[in-house]
């Protein structure tokens, strides 16, 4: 429990923190309870000034404690809780633990289990996630524990049912950790509502927010609570010891695997106790984990974490890691956030950290002693790589932070709120107004716009009123009701803002069933043939055959396997990583770069242009059959994906007959059967924002922006295996809905919502328009015989967006004709001469 | 899609064929030596009869989903339905339509016809003959008028919903197959030597993937699959040992 709270004996060593301190346990009349005290003083703990300062806050409706990772902040946000419930508790719900991982859950419940069974204290905690059975979470809502450790998903679950009066109306406390990392999706909006729900039920509920540091934290301190939340600041501890890690090999030229520094990566697991080697994407964690295995001659025991896997494999290397049985685990986003896992005292970085808020907070996963220096080492996957970390280094250093402020609450999270809201039971539209205008995001919501939600949820809201016998929300007796009670199961089933990519378990093969390995993307496994190969869980597993909607393999040692492609997140590059890697572009030498590094920048500079702060830099040049063409905007990869949308469509108007592109945060690259002699003329900002609503039609990312809404709005419904399995004539596209409400129904709310985001996160059109205005008369066009220094990772993207005009049609018919001549077919039934089959 | 294994069975390639194929949007094809002409909409055309053929309308999908306490979509797919019909049958110049089953989405859809719709639909039934045969969605509609049918056999052709393995020169619906071709997935017809399966023209259906179990008993290589949308492509189909996936 060294993790929570602070020995003494390492006080000293302790700055002041922001928060008072007082040398005794007394607090103001907020006394721990007695055994409590006495068990902290056997152990010789104390605790930290801003877990002292909670104690202080405890009576304020509303706190936000920011803490670095590892200082305990978990601890102080129940420390009150803890207070209160004393030693003989009365029985009821009394605090509410949000986290957004599950596993942080669980976790919490096995850490806070020490002070409460060392202390002898008769408080409950339970934890209730996806992964709770069905009896346990029925007998919770029959009794709930004194503390309950939850996600927002399983939150909005419980709310949905009529008895949630019932289980919250004593609620006193509501603990949501790693704020921040909510606040950044549309989670923490859902969530938000739910919050601003619980408050009716129990309106003497006090909020707190546990956050990891963060660039703006009055702003995330409106997110909790707009009317008024206190900030308390933690001591941010002692700089982190943080570098480049040392190879001797050079990182390659391009690819995303760092196997050139795996040598020196084992040497640091084995020169330290435990070491988190991070990676960006679940399928990167993977082939390194095999490589590293490979390698890996010292027997090392080192494990392999990440979401895709299933429950059971991550159990086991999580217990692990707690019993000090692993020197590394090779992990992803997974192990990002929460409290630590054991006595991790190194962080390895592997890939472009991406952004700096979440590179800090990575770090201090290796910081098991909150007053002890985290240790972290970056290691590039490839030279562009090199740069990104080292303007990521110097940020580090000199504190700065990024961080993007998001928008008001979305209103498809509305929608599904309101729906849920109906699954409880009736409402009245005034009083959710009023309760939803508590939530932070939700704070300047206009009636209109609520009223425009109420009336999709009911109606559907179509200029057609087609539905008005069959309306989903019926007004009776002035409140909202379901029209049909069964719809309320229809809705529980589709709760919940993360949009899944369709999976299928994989699972080894064997005549018990097999045991679960994980899962892949579906549209991974319908490219597999029985006999290919592919890792997962840091196995090779041979693919026998799709039953059942399970992937059936089995163990295949010693093959090259093929890929698992995962839907893990990709993370964009933060605008100050962006700009700082602009400013090192212009450096006249780079002697704060690794030789190899430096070379390939001055190769570019001198077959190319560097690019620079004010101006666009754009190559051509013909690859593999294609004519590319790429623009260093560095306007981040939203804005990047958005120019190369409008890019291809002038194109296509053009006749250049493109075929796609693919946009990173620095440059979107472009491809087409011709070359484009004249680039400039593509990029009037007139032309192309004359062009931007017609373009908003059609795109793919438009496509997919609507499906999300979509399904988070309750317009479709979610794919869940059952109903997969039931036939798939039944379920269509939502490319044919998003088309038919464009053709027949354009002001509908969902292209509004649609539009929206689109404008803001995914498109990010202002910073397009902001990026081409500033460099309008400064753009430096190259073409080229070969392609670029600098564009030459650009093929190794994944994300490849295809243009569907005249482009594709070409292609497709030559592809169908291709086929159709090399299978030697042609047409089956020739006249005269077809010969009859037995009937 | 892959190409079928080397070829073994299959006749010798018609260069005629291809230039045929990229001349026009259509695809002309026989089948029991009648010459017919699917179209990208997903219809087709038999210009000696001067008939034209669509499956699986599927029209009033929306309400009947809302009915059963689904989710409201956007209620348009009739009147896109019938849009794509009205282009049709203008173009072709059709005599007489024949809706291969499945035309309205339950008994209760033709009922639930708006009057806008009923008066559109009789506009086109109107100096054509106009078949219904019998779905599993539906029976026959009762009050448009038309003819009702469990099946109608044309010459050498038999039209029914669900295509019989036991019957050869049936041209059929129901399975609403489609085809993935350089990512792009598309409604298609499934042609072999003596059948044909149509794709689903209503425009909220979704589809079989042209590998699917269903088809193994049905379609013979070498066979094709014609995908629709902007232009009809044809694509040779792969043999029924093929375990792979056409997506």
Not at chain 1, 43 to 68: C, D, E, F, K
Not at chain 1, 306 to 320: N, P
Not at chain 2, 117 to 138: K, P, Y
């Amino acid at each position: 429990m060294g993790i929570c709270i602070g020995r003494s004996g390492h006080k000293g060593k302790r700055k002041q923190g922001l928060c008072p301190a007082r040398p005794t346990l007394y607090l103001g009349g907020m006394n721990l309870p007695p055994p409590l005290t006495q068990w902290l003083a056997t152990r010789g703990w104390s605790l930290h000034p801003h877990q002292v300062a909670m104690l202080y806050a405890a009576q304020n409706p509303a706190t936000l404690l920011i803490a670095p990772t590892g200082g305990g902040k978990t601890l102080a946000g129940f420390m009150p809780t803890l207070a209160e419930l004393g030693a003989t508790p009365p029985p009821g719900l009394h605090t509410l633990y949000l986290s957004p991982l599950k596993a942080l859950a669980a976790d919490i419940r096995r850490n806070l289990s020490t002070p409460i069974e060392g202390a002898e204290l008769a408080i409950r905690v339970e934890d209730r996630t996806g992964d709770t059975t069905q009896t346990q979470r029925r007998r919770q809502r029959a009794d709930p524990p004194h503390i309950l450790l939850t996600t927002p998903e399983s939150l909005a679950l419980l709310l949905s049912y009529p008895d949630a009066p019932r289980i919250f109306a004593n609620l006193k406390r509501v603990i949501i950790d790693e704020i921040h990392a909510l606040a950044e999706s549309k989670r923490g909006d859902q969530l938000m509502l739910q919050i601003a729900r619980l408050q009716t039920l129990a309106p003497g509920l006090r909020r707190v927010g546990l956050s990891a540091t963060v660039e703006n934290p009055p702003a995330l301190a409106q997110f909790l609570a707009p009317e008024h939340c206190d900030i308390l600041n933690a001591d941010p501890g002692p700089a982190p010891d943080i570098a480049m890690l040392h190879t001797d090999d050079a990182p390659p030229w391009a690819g995303n695997g760092a196997h050139y520094a795996i040598p020196a990566i084992l040497a640091q697991v084995a020169n330290h106790k435990t070491t988190l080697i991070f990676h960006n994407t679940r399928a990167q964690a993977e082939l390194f984990f095999h490589a590293l295995w490979l390698q890996n001659e010292g027997n090392l025991p080192i494990a392999i974490h990440h979401g895709s896997l299933a429950r059971e494999q991550r159990a086991r290397v999580e217990s692990a890691m707690v019993a000090g049985q692993l020197r590394a685990v090779v992990c992803t986003g997974s192990l990002d956030l929460g409290i630590d896992w054991g006595d991790v005292d190194l962080v390895i970085q592997v890939g472009a950290p991406k952004n700096v808020k979440r590179l800090v907070q990575r770090i201090g996963r290796a910081n098991h002693r909150y007053n002890a220096p985290s240790k972290a080492r970056l290691v590039p996957a490839n030279r562009f790589e090199v740069i990104e970390c080292v303007a990521a280094l110097e940020a580090v250093q000199d504190r700065t932070l990024d961080g993007d402020p998001r928008g008001p609450g979305p209103l498809d999270v509305l929608c599904q709120h309101i729906l849920a809201t109906a699954a409880a039971g009736p409402f009245d539209a005034d009083h959710l107004y009023a309760e939803i205008k508590t939530a932070g995001p939700y704070a300047h919501l206009q009636r209109p716009d609520f009223d425009a939600c109420v009336e999709f949820t009911a109606t559907g809201g179509y200029a057609l009123r087609a539905y008005d016998k069959w309306q989903r929300l019926m007004l009776r007796d002035g409140k909202w009701t379901l029209r049909d009670p069964r719809t309320a199961a229809i809705i529980r089933q589709n709760l919940g803002t993360i949009i899944d990519t369709e999976t299928l378990k994989v699972r080894l093969k064997n005549r018990l069933g097999g045991m679960p390995l994980g899962e892949v993307e579906e549209a991974f496994a319908s490219t597999l043939t029985p006999g290919d190969t592919f890792l997962i869980g840091g196995q090779i597993v041979r693919f026998d055959g799709i039953k059942d909607l399970t992937v059936e393999v089995t163990r295949t040692p010693g093959r090259d396997p093929k890929v698992a492609v995962f839907n893990g997140t990709k993370f964009a590059t933060s605008t100050l990583l962006a700009d700082r890697v602009l400013r090192i572009f212009q450096q006249p030498n780079w002697s704060n770069l690794p030789t190899h590094t430096a070379h390939w920048l001055a190769l570019q500079r001198e077959k190319s242009n560097l690019p620079a702060p004010g101006r666009l830099l754009i190559e051509t040049f013909p690859h593999d059959g294609r004519e590319h063409l790429t623009l260093y905007g560095f306007a981040g990869r939203n804005a990047q994906q958005t120019l190369g949308l409008l890019i291809t469509k002038r194109m296509e108007e053009e006749g250049l007959a493109p075929l796609g592109f693919v946009a990173t945060d620095y440059a979107t690259m472009v491809w087409g059967l011709d070359p484009v002699l004249n680039p400039i003329t593509l990029l009037n900002p007139e032309n192309l924002r004359d062009g931007f609503e017609v373009w908003l039609a059609g795109n793919a990312v438009m496509k997919r922006t609507f499906r999300n809404a979509a399904v988070i709005a309750g317009l479709i419904e979610r794919q869940n295996q059952g109903r997969r399995k039931s036939g798939r004539q039944a379920t269509f596209s939502s490319d044919i809905l998003y088309d038919t409400l464009r053709r027949f129904d354009p002001d509908h709310l969902l292209l509004k919502i649609t539009r929206t985001e689109a404008l803001s996160g995914m498109v990010d059109f202002a910073r397009v328009e902001d990026m081409l205005t500033r460099t309008q008369n400064n753009i430096d066009v190259n073409h080229l015989p070969h392609v670029s220094p600098l564009a030459f990772p650009m093929f190794l993207e994944r994300g490849r967006i295809p243009v569907l005009g005249k482009g594709i049609d070409r292609l497709m018919a030559d592809e169908a004709a291709r086929l159709m001549a090399a299978a030697g077919v042609t047409d089956p039934s020739p006249p005269a001469t077809t010969p009859a089959r037995n009937p | 899609m892959r190409p079928l294994n080397g070829g073994k069975h299959s006749p010798p390639l018609a260069r005629s064929h291809l230039t045929r194929q990229n001349k026009g949007m259509n695809y002309p094809f026989t089948l029991a030596a009648q010459s017919l002409t699917a179209l990208p909409s997903g219809a087709i055309h038999w210009p000696a009869q001067n008939l034209l053929c669509v499956s699986d309308l599927h029209l009033g999908k929306s309400l009947r989903m809302a009915r059963r306490g689904g989710s409201l979509l956007p209620p348009y797919e009739v009147t896109a339905t019938l849009t794509k019909l009205d282009a049709d049958i203008t173009a072709t110049g059709a005599k007489h339509i024949l809706c291969l089953g499945d035309s309205f989405d339950d008994a209760q859809a033709e009922t639930d016809l708006t009057p806008d719709h009923r008066i559109w639909l009789t506009r086109l039934m109107a100096g054509r003959a106009w078949t219904w045969i019998a779905g599993n969605h539906d029976p026959a509609p009762l009050t448009l008028g038309g003819t009702n049918k469990n099946e109608a056999t044309i010459g050498p052709l038999t039209f029914r919903h669900i295509a019989d393995p036991a019957q050869i020169h049936d041209i059929s619906g129901h399975y609403h197959p489609k085809a993935r071709l350089k990512t792009q997935s598309r409604p298609c017809f499934l042609l072999d030597k003596s059948r044909l399966i149509m794709p689903a023209y209503g425009t909220y259906t979704g589809g079989l993937w042209a590998d699917d179990a269903a088809f193994k008993t049905l379609i013979t290589p070498p066979a094709i699959a014609i995908l629709t949308g902007s232009q009809c492509l044809a694509l040779p189909l792969t043999s029924g040992s093929q375990t792979r996936r056409l997506r």
